[in-house]
């Protein structure tokens, strides 16, 4: 995965094979004002080790700060993506009808394609018509493998309860 962070958050994250990840880079280097430089920083120490925690099955949401670039109606497609619990999908319509715009699923569709900060706005939890995987710049098979993962996590904790 390619991280990059700025004073205020979290900017982009994105699969390094991710379709558009060259143009999403550089479009967030112009967000930043500056040029991105290899290096550490504090932000991309916590993303790393939320990023373990939730591969490790020991975190469901992130909390670092984010730095999401997009129009107030992207930002709100986003925001309620945050809120959709781990382990759980939902359909475009269905989501365009919860922000108070059924006749949006389109436009929740391309907010969610020009989503730059994968699994932290978990995009790979919309799912097409009759839960068609469809629409993820990570590639489909591995929107299918995050979602089996988080499933499974889901099952192995209702095993042990």
């Not at 109606?73 to 359909?91: A, C, E, Y």
């Not at 068609?132 to 042990?160: F, P, V």
Request: glycine fraction near 10%; aromatic fraction near 8%.
């Amino acid at each position: 995965m390619i991280a990059v962070a700025g004073d205020g958050g979290v900017a982009l994250l994105e699969f390094t094979d991710a379709q558009g990840v060259e143009h999403r880079f550089s479009s967030t280097q112009r967000l930043l004002h500056r040029p991105i430089l290899p290096g550490g920083h504090p932000l991309l120490d916590r993303l790393q080790r939320e990023l373990n925690d939730y591969f490790s099955g020991q975190r469901r949401n992130f909390s670092v700060p984010l730095l999401p670039a997009g129009s107030d109606f992207q930002k709100l497609v986003w925001s309620s993506l945050r809120n959709l619990p781990f382990g759980q999908t939902i359909h475009y319509q269905a989501l365009a009808t919860r922000l108070g715009r059924p006749t949006a699923s389109r436009a929740v569709a391309r907010a969610n394609g020009s989503n730059r900060l994968y699994l932290l706005i978990p995009c790979h939890r919309v799912m097409g018509k009759d839960n068609k995987l469809c629409g993820y710049g990570g590639g489909i098979w591995r929107k299918q493998w995050l979602l089996d993962w988080e499933k499974s996590h889901m099952k192995n904790e209702a095993a042990t309860s």
